[in-house]
């Protein structure tokens, strides 16, 4: 078994990285796959509340890369699925502390295990960013329909293309997704907000999903559940469906048009 | 005002908008990052050549890597501060064959 490595990105922060990388990482693991999550955010820990098991943290990435813990200590089993194991951060203040050679070290271990490595990247173009995509086969450029988010994720982009490891090694090269999170169709049907043709156009990379903007994605980080687990949840499903797609298959784009709401739903509140 | 210019002036969807200036802004983003490594040293090392013969100051010298179409252009602007020229020299001289 030799695991594919997916970052998951944006340049932006609060566009949705953790979510993303927390559904998509559920998402695997209910599709069969073994995958682990891994948090770079150094100093800023959250995965490990978004998935639920802050509580359970003994061990962590730097502990593992200082040889003061062995991997399957720090490794955290989730408890609503087999396949899927959260890998979380360090909160040192020491940003630095993500060695590069450490980190290859971990990841070489990590890859004999599993079958996807998910690295949720930390905000920015900083150090811990750029060591989060150095490692990656795939990346999933998060972006909101937002100028300063599109811009963003076109500068991140440019740095896979140089700075990761595939682009040192002049290796075939990274294999970008585009996710659009907190779509409005509503919104954009007035003109208010980019459309996702549009963001397909400026950014000219694949789409992988569009997330509709959902009162559910609230209610899994209050809860610390990854929002693939709520069945009900229009961004749970979307979620879903981005990765059925990321493995291959078909499927079509839901909730990128104007949801028609019945008289009753309109009426009684939403659902 | 405003409502009359609204009833006779519809006004252009904000998204459209944002469209349009995101285009300009990664256009112009994605030609400077493309910018080969090279430059700034290039440019460290014209100042101090061409430091020998005139008097230059470091923002006089402006190196640009632009392109149209299939050609790429290296422009380098220099401008020498108050048309001071170095009697012959004082570094080694050099010569050059383009």
């Known amino acids: ?271 | 005002m405003g409502f009359f210019r609204s009833l006779f002036q519809p006004s252009r969807p904000s998204a459209s908008i944002a469209k349009e200036r995101l285009k300009i802004v990664l256009a112009h983003e994605r030609a400077s990052n493309r910018a080969p490594d090279f430059l700034p040293n290039l440019q460290k090392e014209l100042l101090a050549v061409v430091g020998r013969y005139v008097e230059i100051s470091e923002d006089g010298l402006r190196v640009t890597l632009g392109s149209s179409g299939d050609t790429s252009l290296l422009e380098i602007n220099i401008e020498i501060e108050g048309g001071k020229v170095k009697k012959g020299g004082s570094g080694p001289a050099l010569s050059a064959a383009v």
């Open chain 1, 1 to 271: 078994m030799l695991a594919k490595v997916i970052v998951v990105t944006s340049g932006k922060g609060g566009v949705g990285k953790t979510t993303t990388s927390a559904a998509f990482a559920a998402g695997l693991a209910l599709r069969g796959h073994k995958t682990v999550v891994i948090d770079f955010d150094v100093g800023l820990r959250n995965l490990d509340l978004v998935m639920g098991c802050e509580r359970r943290v003994v061990f962590d990435f730097i502990n593992v890369i200082n040889g003061d813990a062995n991997l399957n200590q720090a490794l955290i089993k989730d408890k609503r699925h087999d396949n899927l194991f959260i890998f979380p951060t360090s909160q040192t203040r020491d940003k630095n502390a993500l060695k590069r050679e450490g980190v290859e070290r971990v990841m070489e271990e990590l890859k004999q295990q599993f079958e996807y490595i998910i690295c949720d990247s930390p905000a920015g173009i900083e150090h811990g960013a750029i060591t989060a995509l150095y490692f990656a086969d795939s990346a999933v450029i998060v972006t909101n329909p937002e100028v300063s988010s599109v811009r963003d994720s076109d500068r991140i982009i440019g740095i896979l293309a140089s700075k990761s490891r595939r682009a040192e090694r002049n290796e075939s090269a990274v294999d970008v997704h585009l996710l659009l999170t907190r779509y409005d169709p509503g919104r954009v049907s007035k003109g208010e907000m980019l459309s996702v043709d549009d963001v397909k156009e400026i950014l000219s990379i694949p789409l992988l999903g569009v997330i509709p903007e959902s009162e559910s994605v609230l209610r899994a980080s209050n809860t610390g559940t990854p929002v693939v687990f709520d069945e009900d949840s229009p961004a749970g499903r979307a979620y879903v469906d981005a990765v059925a797609r990321f493995l291959g298959e078909q499927r079509e784009m839901r909730f990128v048009t104007p949801e028609r709401r019945s008289l009753f739903r309109t009426l009684f509140g939403r659902a």
